[in-house]
């Protein structure tokens, strides 16, 4: 599906039959295992912030709390507008739905193209391709509260859990991880990565690295 999305469509109404499709199933469907559940059930009751590549709210619906959650990359369930002209996103459940429905022959009916309600320019996902990528306010309080976080904890005893983080995008969380964990004697990072769990020799006392499925990792510690 992911590769999918960087198909040249020949035109936006079938551009839009598929990611209307690819957005409900990973947006707006239930997780198909309970992995975040039962991450939720081991830090509920600590100290705990989230951050995030992933734009499937599947940490949102698992109960997480929004306070201490930040999806750096965006969200399926946003819309934005595609020049943008504005800071801001569209919730778009409703017009994903109506995509869903209506849709035939590969393509959605013309008039549910999706639009920008300030300036008439088509919408596009909130997900952070290019520099177009909208920060909302939700965003910068969310990015705030990480900063707030860290700071604050900066010394003490903390754990860097990395879940699945690879090397697409590894200076949102791997690496500074890494940094955070060689500038704390007392903290401890710890890679589950299924195929690339592993850790820079300077921080290798501090680390435990877990070449394992997730889901399974999570079940065996509760
Ligand atoms: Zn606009």
């Known amino acids: ?26 947006r707006y469907m239930d997780a198909p295992k309970p992995v975040y ?7 509920r009751d600590k100290d705990y912030f989230v951050i995030t590549t992933n734009v499937d709210h599947c940490f949102q619906k698992a109960g997480f709390d929004k306070k201490r959650l930040f999806y ?11 020049t943008p002209c504005c800071q801001e996103t569209f919730d778009n459940e409703k017009t994903i739905r109506q995509m869903m429905e209506q849709q035939a022959n590969m393509c959605i009916p013309s008039e549910l193209l999706p639009v920008c309600p300030h300036c008439g320019k088509p919408m596009t996902m909130n997900l952070r391709a290019d520099d177009k990528f909208v920060e909302d306010e939700g965003w910068h309080r969310a990015a705030e509260r990480y900063e707030n976080f860290l700071r604050t904890r900066r010394n003490g005893r903390i754990l860097f859990l990395e879940l699945g983080v690879g090397y697409n995008t590894p200076v ?13 004697k007392a903290a401890t990072y710890a890679c ?4 690339e769990a592993l ?6 006392k501090q680390s435990i690295c877990i070449d394992e499925d997730i889901g399974r990792v999570l079940r065996d510690l509760r």
Do not use: H
Request: glycine share 8%; hydrophobic share 40%.
């Open 1 to 26: 599906m992911y590769s999918g999305g960087f198909y040249p469509f020949p035109s936006p109404e079938e551009f839009w039959a598929y990611w209307s499709r690819y957005i409900f199933i990973n």
């Open 37 to 43: 559940d039962e991450l939720l059930a081991l830090v």
């Open 72 to 82: 750096t990359q965006g969200d399926y369930g946003l819309f934005q507008c595609s």
């Open 172 to 184: 949102i969380i791997k690496y500074p991880f890494w940094r955070m964990t060689a500038q704390n």
């Open 192 to 195: 589950v990565n299924y195929g």
């Open 199 to 204: 850790c820079p020799a300077e921080i290798e």
